[in-house]
């Protein structure tokens, strides 16, 4: 949704020349901030089902519930994998708003800061 929204204010900004890149760039920014967030909750959410498991010295509670090796484990590797995926594409977006800010300004943008 950020990202749409950043494609909105992006085309909008093309079609007026003062309007700053970094605020151009702001809605995808804190929809990367709110990607981060969720992440790092999503770590902490099965806590509680993982301490009652090794209360219990087992890998599932009950038939029904999902094991902490197969189950779990997996989604929090894969939250830490989507975190740093989110920390790359924020990379990303702030050094094309800064190239973006450069040419703006009339000089040569560089790739690299």
């Known amino acids: 949704f950020s990202h749409g ?7 909008a900004a093309m ?3 003062g309007a700053p890149w970094w605020a151009v760039f702001l809605p ?4 990367d901030g709110l ?6 909750l ?3 959410a099965s806590c509680p089902y993982i301490q009652l498991c090794l209360s219990e010295r087992q890998a599932r509670y009950g038939d029904h519930n999902p094991s902490i090796l197969i ?15 989110v920390f790359l594409a924020f990379a990303g977006e702030v ?9 703006q300004r009339g000089e ?3 790739l690299w800061p």
Not at 5 to 11: G, N, P, T
């Open 108 to 110: 040569r943008p560089d």
């Open 5 to 11: 929204l950043l494609v909105i204010s992006a085309s």
């Open 35 to 40: 990607c981060v967030v969720l992440c790092v």
């Open 28 to 31: 995808a920014w804190l929809g």
């Open 42 to 44: 999503s770590w902490f």
């Open 71 to 85: 189950d779990i484990l997996p989604d929090i590797v894969w939250a830490i994998f989507g975190c740093v995926f």
């Open 95 to 103: 050094m094309l708003c800064r190239s973006l800010h450069v040419a």
């Open 15 to 17: 079609g007026s020349a």
